[in-house]
């Protein structure tokens, strides 16, 4: 419906509502929560608290239908549970708290619904099926701090964070990883680096999940270490050949754009290194095994080959020679969603342990009434919510621009061990079960240890926060 077509109050007001949602819809995909109908008492009042605007939708969370007195665009106006129909146009604004509760609730229904019943199925066959990432997309979960000029809500980082926290609680260790590269690395290298024309072809696609995000920087040879790459674009009139190979790239099978990291002067060491954007449809990129692991079996982790790849200039991210510092640079970012993803998934294993503690059995009582489990669960607690509160303050400092490699660096460190130590307490309280594969805690075993591996691995977050406090001349 167009403005000139807007509803009466009367009309409205005529709703049969019960904790529905509303969404506004851009550009054919859903725009997440934007206001409680609980609370609407007139249009007006929905035009005052949202703006101007493209489209409002109404999701029916707990009615199975919600009837209206006209139809809209020649349509009844029925809508069976957990579907859209129009209402109006009109925008939205800022997410309030309210309204990124609201938000977090329709992520909480998504994961359980649409992600819940098939991940088993997932992390059996080592990948989950591509028509996911659309979902996400079409749901609006992916890259949700984008500028919404190149389709995304334009709000701060702290709700992608708090979407890679929830995914990360429920127990899809995999799925946030994939996740917070696509929207939490990826999008940002090209959003604060790419020049125009690479903003436009790759994010509004990104935000759709028309296009898969991954990153290029790891070798057989070169891990924490990213002077030591050696994959080589050498110059060529107008383009530039790209000869090599990463491993361990995650969202490796599924992805259409990569940010690489190649040496275009390999004399110069870090200083001869740049990134590109690279088009994975191209011909020369070569995808190899979808690598079996430990633990986050449904992420796709792949070995990528590149043989005389040819890119051109226009696809060199943010300059020639600069990508190692321009590395650096995004790095906090990087290590603060891993901190957020580490505190999420600790909490979701304890709550798993609490819930089991009070069912388990031993010598005729609940082992939640044994005084070693109590100061266990709140040895737990307080590691938690000190990361938590780490975490937390590091965001604000991000949000601000004032966050520094060093703080990033100790984030991860914490939270990441702190999730291992939790993890494997929680497990403990499960006994024989929690090495059972069918339970879930078991699974948040595996998936945790990687997490004191990627992105730096402890002992390189120890150096690095070392660094910070003591200068060159004194090591």
């Given at each position: 419906?167009?403005?000139?077509?807007?509803?009466?109050?009367?009309?409205?007001?005529?709703?049969?509502?019960?904790?529905?949602?509303?969404?506004?819809?851009?550009?054919?995909?859903?725009?997440?929560?934007?206001?409680?109908?609980?609370?609407?008492?007139?249009?007006?009042?929905?035009?005052?608290?949202?703006?101007?605007?493209?489209?409002?939708?109404?999701?029916?969370?707990?009615?199975?239908?919600?009837?209206?007195?006209?139809?809209?665009?020649?349509?009844?106006?029925?809508?069976?549970?957990?579907?859209?129909?129009?209402?109006?146009?009109?925008?939205?604004?800022?997410?309030?708290?309210?309204?990124?509760?609201?938000?977090?609730?329709?992520?909480?229904?998504?994961?359980?619904?649409?992600?819940?019943?098939?991940?088993?199925?997932?992390?059996?066959?080592?990948?989950?099926?591509?028509?996911?990432?659309?979902?996400?997309?079409?749901?609006?979960?992916?890259?949700?701090?984008?500028?919404?000029?190149?389709?995304?809500?334009?709000?701060?980082?702290?709700?992608?964070?708090?979407?890679?926290?929830?995914?990360?609680?429920?127990?899809?260790?995999?799925?946030?990883?994939?996740?917070?590269?696509?929207?939490?690395?990826?999008?940002?290298?090209?959003?604060?680096?790419?020049?125009?024309?690479?903003?436009?072809?790759?994010?509004?696609?990104?935000?759709?999940?028309?296009?898969?995000?991954?990153?290029?920087?790891?070798?057989?040879?070169?891990?924490?270490d990213l002077q030591g790459i050696r994959t080589t674009a050498t110059k060529d009139g107008d383009d530039y050949c790209i000869n090599g190979q990463?491993?361990?790239?995650?969202?490796?099978?599924?992805c259409d754009v990569l940010v690489l990291a190649a040496k275009t002067n390999p004399a110069e060491g870090a200083k001869g290194i740049t990134l590109?954007?690279?088009?994975?449809?191209?011909?020369?990129?070569?995808?190899?095994?979808?690598?079996?692991?430990?633990?986050?079996?449904?992420?796709?982790?792949?070995?990528?080959?590149?043989?005389?790849?040819?890119?051109?200039?226009?696809?060199?991210?943010?300059?020639?020679?600069?990508?190692?510092?321009?590395?650096?640079?995004?790095?906090?970012?990087?290590?603060?969603?891993?901190g957020i993803g580490c505190v999420g998934a600790a909490e979701g294993a304890f709550e798993l342990a609490v819930d089991y503690v009070h069912e388990?059995?031993?010598?005729?009582?609940?082992?939640?009434?044994?005084?070693?489990?109590?100061?266990?669960?709140?040895?737990?607690?307080?590691?938690?919510?000190?990361?938590?509160?780490?975490?937390?303050?590091?965001?604000?400092?991000?949000?601000?621009?004032?966050?520094?490699?060093?703080?990033?660096?100790?984030?991860?460190?914490?939270?990441?061990?702190?999730?291992?130590?939790?993890?494997?307490?929680?497990?403990?309280?499960?006994?024989?079960?929690?090495?059972?594969?069918?339970?879930?805690?078991?699974?948040?075993?595996?998936?945790?240890?990687?997490?004191?591996?990627?992105?730096?691995?402890?002992?390189?977050?120890?150096?690095?926060?070392?660094?910070?406090?003591?200068?060159?001349?004194?090591?």
């Amino acid at each position: 419906m167009r403005r000139s077509q807007c509803w009466s109050d009367a009309c409205l007001n005529s709703f049969a509502i019960h904790r529905s949602l509303i969404f506004a819809l851009q550009r054919g995909r859903s725009r997440n929560t934007l206001l409680s109908t609980r609370s609407i008492k007139s249009h007006s009042a929905v035009q005052g608290a949202l703006g101007q605007a493209q489209l409002l939708i109404i999701v029916v969370s707990e009615r199975s239908t919600i009837v209206g007195p006209t139809p809209i665009m020649g349509h009844p106006l029925v809508a069976e549970k957990n579907r859209f129909f129009t209402l109006d146009a009109i925008s939205r604004t800022q997410l309030d708290p309210e309204q990124r509760e609201l938000f977090l609730d329709n992520l909480k229904r998504f994961l359980k619904e649409e992600v819940a019943p098939h991940y088993d199925e997932w992390e059996s066959a080592s990948i989950w099926p591509r028509s996911l990432w659309r979902r996400l997309g079409e749901e609006g979960f992916l890259c949700v701090d984008l500028p919404e000029a190149y389709g995304g809500y334009g709000v701060s980082f702290e709700l992608s964070g708090a979407i890679v926290e929830e995914v990360s609680r429920a127990g899809f260790g995999a799925l946030a990883s994939g996740l917070s590269v696509h929207s939490d690395i990826v999008a940002p290298y090209i959003l604060n680096l790419g020049s125009e024309e690479q903003r436009q072809a790759w994010l509004p696609k990104m935000v759709t999940g028309e296009a898969v995000g991954a990153i290029g920087m790891t070798e057989p040879g070169a891990g924490s270490d990213l002077q030591g790459i050696r994959t080589t674009a050498t110059k060529d009139g107008d383009d530039y050949c790209i000869n090599g190979q990463k491993t361990f790239i995650t969202n490796g099978q599924h992805c259409d754009v990569l940010v690489l990291a190649a040496k275009t002067n390999p004399a110069e060491g870090a200083k001869g290194i740049t990134l590109f954007t690279v088009d994975a449809s191209k011909p020369g990129f070569n995808r190899g095994r979808n690598l079996e692991k430990m633990g986050l079996h449904s992420g796709d982790t792949s070995e990528l080959f590149f043989e005389d790849l040819r890119v051109s200039a226009v696809d060199i991210l943010g300059g020639e020679g600069k990508g190692f510092y321009n590395m650096m640079n995004e790095l906090p970012r990087e290590r603060l969603i891993l901190g957020i993803g580490c505190v999420g998934a600790a909490e979701g294993a304890f709550e798993l342990a609490v819930d089991y503690v009070h069912e388990r059995q031993a010598f005729g009582a609940s082992i939640a009434s044994f005084q070693n489990t109590r100061y266990k669960l709140a040895e737990m607690k307080t590691e938690i919510e000190l990361n938590r509160a780490l975490a937390e303050k590091y965001v604000t400092k991000f949000m601000d621009g004032e966050l520094s490699s060093a703080e990033a660096s100790m984030l991860k460190l914490a939270a990441s061990e702190m999730q291992g130590r939790v993890v494997d307490q929680c497990l403990q309280m499960f006994g024989g079960y929690g090495y059972m594969s069918e339970y879930p805690i078991s699974r948040a075993y595996v998936d945790a240890r990687i997490q004191r591996i990627y992105g730096g691995t402890s002992e390189i977050m120890k150096e690095l926060v070392s660094r910070s406090i003591l200068p060159s001349n004194s090591r």
